[in-house]
């Protein structure tokens, strides 16, 4: 039998798409213009896929082509044109609070100890990015945030709509085919493996996540870990990384943290 949260999970997801198609119904009655057709949700079709960003109504065009110009098409997920796409319902609320100046409201936001949940940070259009590449961790695809605010304090957004959890690290998910299997493989504990030198897989290769982890987390490096810390948090590490670590090697724990926004609200880490 399935446990209460994952019920509730389903029944959320299965109401959503009841709405998703009634939203269909309504805006897009035509739907092979809009739609693919093979899939149990609405998903754009590649052509149409800008009309899964949410725009003002009434919008000017100069206004339309800023939001839409906060992402790139060559940043865009794999299936951002799918309504279940958390990258496009980002877009779609922190993209037109830049666009029309308004994520200063956000710095009204506390969490449950009643802080700021952006902290010191100063929120505004002009410091705020989706998609920010962290080029100095040294990985081979870079951390690339939904939303980023810079500054002296930084703030990394990490947003969540339909998933359950955040993203854990690959290497444990690799399999045999995969090119990098005998060398990268771990079985989700921080020891040394498979006649490596060091006890992550990815430091092996170059990541500089476990020379910074030891001064953000109570993680030592020097020791065998297990589980490994690493292996469910992941994603919520390189955001704190990408926080708290500077392009200069500098780590400031106190000047920078991650907003996780999920359906069931808003954590900062």
């Not at 739907?31 to 109504?57: G, Q, S």
């Not at 922190?94 to 100063?122: H, I, R, W």
């Not at 947003?159 to 690290?169: L, N």
């Not at 109570?218 to 919520?236: E, F, I, M, V």
Request: hydrophobic share 35%; glycine share 6%; charged share 25%.
């Amino acid at each position: 039998m399935p446990k209460e949260k994952d019920v509730r999970t389903i029944d959320y997801k299965e109401d959503l798409v009841s709405r998703y198609w009634t939203y269909q119904k309504v805006f897009f009655p035509a739907i092979e213009e809009y739609f693919e057709r093979r899939f149990a949700l609405p998903v754009f079709r590649t052509d149409k896929e800008c009309h899964n960003i949410l725009v003002k109504p009434g919008a000017a065009r100069e206004e339309s082509a800023r939001l839409f110009s906060l992402l790139p098409e060559k940043e865009r997920h794999k299936w951002f044109r799918s309504m279940n796409s958390s990258q496009a319902l980002a877009q779609s609320v922190f993209g037109n609070l830049a666009v029309y100046d308004q994520l200063n409201c956000l710095a009204e936001l506390t969490d449950d100890s009643k802080e700021p949940l952006f902290g010191e940070a100063q929120v505004s259009s002009e410091n705020f990015a989706m998609e920010q590449k962290i080029t100095y961790l040294g990985e081979p695809r870079c951390t690339s945030l939904d939303g980023f605010i810079s500054g002296k304090y930084q703030v990394a957004i990490e947003c969540k709509f339909t998933e359950s959890e955040v993203g854990s690290c690959s290497r444990p998910r690799l399999v045999p085919s995969a090119s990098n299997y005998e060398t990268e493989f771990c079985d989700g504990t921080f020891t040394k493996q498979r006649g490596r030198r060091e006890r992550c897989a990815l430091t092996e290769i170059g990541v500089l996540y476990w020379k910074y982890i030891p001064e953000l987390f109570k993680w030592g490096s020097g020791t065998d870990l297990r589980p490994c810390p690493l292996h469910n948090n992941y994603q919520l590490v390189r955001n704190v990384l990408a926080a708290c670590v500077r392009p200069n090697g500098n780590v400031s724990p106190a000047n920078g943290h991650v907003v996780l926004v999920s359906v069931v609200g808003y954590v900062r880490i």
